[in-house]
């Protein structure tokens, strides 16, 4: 941002940004006083993106990146061509478990289509029990709640962004896992935010429960990390490009009560005005 601004009888030039100008005399432009949250937070960890955004930035732990299915668990079963995982004999699940994280996975599904409903292109991401359902509904439809993107059983995608079979889809998805008190009781649900090829299509939906197809969702307590699964159902919908993210939290340290700092001048919001 370039602009002109003039503090105190002082003028800078127009060239000079904003933000460098204000800092030469401490203050913000239209604000008397600083606000000072008190809150004394740790350097946010330096993470590299990786060359383009559907590549795995520095601290991803990829899952598949063309040559072999080591991280899973019945990956042998399944078939790696061309560089993509193609769905075989049963459901697949990480090595490693997972929980709060950052998954990017892309999909095809297969060509020429056949089958309709529920019976083309049908797969799933799982985190532990919970279904994010992969279907291609490129000009096929199923029941909404069952459709690509849709967290089975329980909610739709906001939008419909389904490419055609044959080409890639991505997920983009943020998971948060539920928490469970010691004596397995609901602290707080599972929640989970999807990208559907860059397009918003879960948005911080809180789940109800796993996903089955023959009876209500519910929870069951179980730790907080789990593998990630990809189903088999029988089609075979092909992957490539998976990584994920554990995502920690940010934990500041407050060191006082929240103040205004206005030149040298400190005063806590919480202080009763003494006379
Ligand atoms: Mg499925």
């Known amino acids: 941002m370039l602009a002109s601004v003039q503090i105190s009888g002082r003028s800078f030039s127009a060239t000079l940004p904003l933000a460098v100008a204000c800092l030469a005399v401490g203050v913000m432009p239209g604000h008397a006083a600083e606000y000072l949250s008190g809150i004394a937070w740790p350097e946010p960890p330096i993470v590299t993106p990786g060359a383009t955004d559907r590549d795995p930035p520095s601290d991803a732990v990829v899952l598949f990146g063309g040559e072999d299915a080591a991280a899973w668990k019945g990956g042998d079963q399944w078939?790696?061509?061309?560089?993509?995982?193609?769905?075989?004999?049963?459901?697949?699940?990480?090595?490693?478990?997972?929980?709060?994280?950052?998954?990017?996975?892309?999909?095809?599904?297969?060509?020429?289509?056949?089958?309709?409903?529920?019976?083309?292109?049908?797969?799933?991401?799982?985190f532990g029990p919970y279904e994010i359902q992969v279907l291609d509904c490129f000009e096929n439809t199923t029941y909404f709640d069952g459709q690509a993107a849709a967290i089975y059983k329980q909610q739709p995608p906001l939008v419909n962004a389904m490419r055609r079979p044959g080409e890639w889809n991505s997920y983009d998805i943020i998971w948060r896992s539920p928490r469970f008190a010691a004596d397995g009781s609901l602290t707080s649900p599972a929640a989970v935010t999807v990208l559907h090829n860059g397009v918003l299509v879960q948005n911080h939906f809180e789940l109800l429960g796993d996903t089955p197809y023959n009876r209500a969702p519910r929870y069951e307590p179980h730790p907080e990390k789990l593998p990630i699964r990809l189903q088999d159902h029988g089609n075979p919908v092909r992957f490539r490009n998976v990584w994920v993210r554990e995502i920690g939290s940010i934990v500041g340290r407050r060191v006082h009560e929240p103040a205004l700092r206005n030149g040298k001048t400190v005063t806590p919001l919480t202080a009763k005005a003494e006379k």
């Open 79 to 126: 078939t790696v061509d061309n560089g993509e995982l193609v769905v075989g004999r049963g459901m697949i699940e990480t090595q490693q478990a997972f929980g709060d994280c950052q998954l990017h996975i892309e999909w095809s599904a297969p060509t020429p289509a056949k089958g309709t409903g529920q019976q083309r292109g049908n797969s799933g991401v799982f």
